[in-house]
Nanobody, 114 residues
């Protein structure tokens, strides 16, 4: 199983970013995918989750109405569209899936700062 995130960077408050995570090594459409984030000195928290066929999504209260998770099963890719970014969204963002074990990508840094 391999998960490779991309799309992070530096953005001003109020700006947008789209993260991508390309998955390989498992039957992608059969499993839910999640985005987590970890800020310095804090625990890793779930941001959003999407079901295998994309029909169901769950969001952390802190990102509802601002972030959108989606997936393209033809490309084995899950996305996180982040709008109206705030300084408190600064973190390393990880995609994850749980098969028999929990798998993580290497993470992508998102920094929201003026």
């Amino acid at each position: 199983v391999q998960l490779v995130e991309s799309g992070g960077g530096l953005v001003q408050p109020g700006g947008s970013l789209r993260l991508s995570c390309v998955a390989s090594g498992f039957s992608f459409s059969s499993y839910a995918m999640s985005w987590y984030r970890q800020a310095p000195g804090k625990e890793r928290d779930m941001v959003a989750r999407i079901s295998g066929i994309g029909s169901s999504t769950v969001y952390a209260d802190s990102v509802k109405g601002r972030f959108t998770i989606s997936r393209d099963n033809s490309k084995n890719t899950v996305y996180l569209q982040m709008n109206s970014l705030k300084a408190e969204d600064t973190a390393v963002y990880y995609c994850s899936t749980q098969l028999r074990h929990t798998y993580w990508g290497q993470g992508t840094q998102v920094t929201v700062s003026s």
